[in-house]
């Protein structure tokens, strides 16, 4: 229920923002909208807010929406409502109001991505475990507990900002450099050849074949330390790694919250490692009564955590670059599905859709509108396409228009629609395929 309820919310969000691009638009150009739909087939909920006004419909099936203008398919128009009508506007009103559809889905995206960047999008430090032998990362000389923090120069904070930009240079190919920080923090950079993966790995776990997977367990490296705790009134601090506790090794921050953990109210020594140089501090854990026992606590957490966050401006700036990746990482995978170098096993459909929806969803809302953000502008994207019958097709069409002088003849526009069709068709099937697969395959 969940992931249908997700699903469902998400396309009524990404279809009444494009539909809503394309209403908004007709009416800045004067041109009539006869009725604005949410779905297709039998509407069930139709209000018309005032005589002869816009027929604003909720439709039994919600894949997808439309808005019906005065004159958009060259029905025949009186004289008194020709200057209402879309097919008598100029070629820069049509092309301006069939832009504005998919124009909506990417300014949906930028100010989801503007807003996740002011409020703080939480992640998980990219931490690696030890890689296994013959891989990618192997052979690159990376360490258990090294710390991506850059990709090729660009940061790379967190999981999914590394999955996001190694995805995007496994489909250029080549080699990325790697900037590392070790448990002690100590930074270098290594190369990572990308040859053992192509573009048919990227629906699959293409990190765990390069070598790269998250540390089973983390180090005792700390994080936060919190004001006027028993960690901070004892002088640790930010980044200080934790090598013992009364003298016993600590091997991971599992063991250390161990010691801590059973040692309530009882002054601990410990020997921790700051910028190269190791301390020995004193800690009294703070008793706290926890499921009617007792255990210590000092005031930490550790720093695989992270949260990305920016100023309004810089958040804003973010977002740009965010969509416009997004965009160019969307028509490239495309572009090498047409010429073959990529696998069509990466063509996603709604069945996948709905269940990232609920996976999403069930994580929590800030997951759930990244992958609404994802999915507009790739919704974006597709419309865009010079497809006849998609919203890119009626751009072409204006295009052509343009160059010659005068609008495309109704025998090409038959012909187009019917390639048009043919290819959404054959997408779809593809898409849907895959879907079924995934789900069902072995």
């Not at 759930?368 to 919704?379: G, K, M, N, P, R």
């Not at 204006?398 to 010659?404: G, H, L």
Request: glycine share 10%; proline share 5%; aromatic share 8%.
């Amino acid at each position: 229920m969940l992931t249908l309820a997700a699903f469902l919310l998400a396309l009524v969000v990404l279809i009444v923002f494009h539909e809503y691009g394309h209403y908004l638009a007709a009416r800045l150009c004067g041109v009539k909208v006869l009725r604005f739909s949410v779905g297709f087939g039998k509407p069930l909920l139709l209000k018309q807010f005032t005589p002869g006004g816009t027929e604003w419909v909720l439709a039994s099936v919600p894949l997808g929406g439309f808005v019906k203008m005065l004159g958009e398919q060259d029905d025949q128009v009186s004289s008194a409502d020709a200057p209402y009508a879309f097919n008598r506007q100029s070629l820069a009103k049509r092309f301006f109001i069939v832009a504005a559809g998919p124009v909506a889905n990417f300014l949906l995206a930028i100010l989801l991505y503007w807003g996740l960047f002011v409020s703080g999008m939480p992640g998980q430090r990219a931490v690696l475990e030890l890689p296994v032998a013959g891989t990618a990362a192997a052979r690159a000389g990376i360490e258990r507990w090294d710390t991506i923090d850059q990709i090729d120069g660009e940061p790379a904070a967190t999981w999914e900002e590394v999955n996001w930009r190694l995805a995007q240079k496994i489909v250029e190919g080549g080699a990325v450099e790697l900037t590392l920080r070790n448990v002690q923090d100590q930074t270098r950079v290594k190369r990572l050849n990308l040859d053992d993966v192509t573009g048919d790995d990227l629906d699959r776990d293409f990190l765990a074949k390069l070598g790269l997977a998250p540390a089973k367990h983390l180090p005792a490296r700390l994080g936060k330390v919190l004001p006027e705790s028993p960690a901070a009134q004892a002088g640790l601090q930010s980044g200080d790694v934790v090598r013992a506790v009364d003298g016993k090794p600590i091997v991971d921050w599992n063991g250390f919250t161990e010691e801590i953990r059973s040692k309530p109210g009882k002054r601990v020594r410990l020997e921790v490692m700051r910028e190269g140089r190791t301390l020995a501090l004193e800690v009294t854990p703070k008793r706290e009564q926890i499921a009617k026992k007792e255990i210590g606590r000092i005031g930490v957490a550790t720093d695989v955590l992270v949260t990305v966050q920016y100023p309004l401006g810089q958040a804003l700036s973010h977002a740009l670059v965010k969509c416009w990746d997004t965009s160019v990482f969307s028509l490239k995978m495309l572009g090498r599905m047409i010429t073959g170098e990529v696998s069509w096993r990466n063509l996603s459909g709604p069945l996948t859709i709905a269940q990232v929806a609920g996976e999403t969803a069930q994580i929590g809302w800030l997951p759930y509108l990244i992958f609404i953000a994802l999915v507009s502008v790739s919704l974006g994207v597709i419309n865009l396409l010079p497809v006849p019958i998609l919203d890119g097709g009626h751009l072409m069409y204006y295009i052509v228009e343009f160059v010659k002088g005068s609008p495309v003849s109704n025998q090409a526009m038959d012909i187009g629609q019917r390639v048009g069709i043919a290819v959404l068709v054959l997408l779809m099937s593809v898409a849907l395929y895959n879907d079924i697969v995934r789900q069902f395959g072995p």
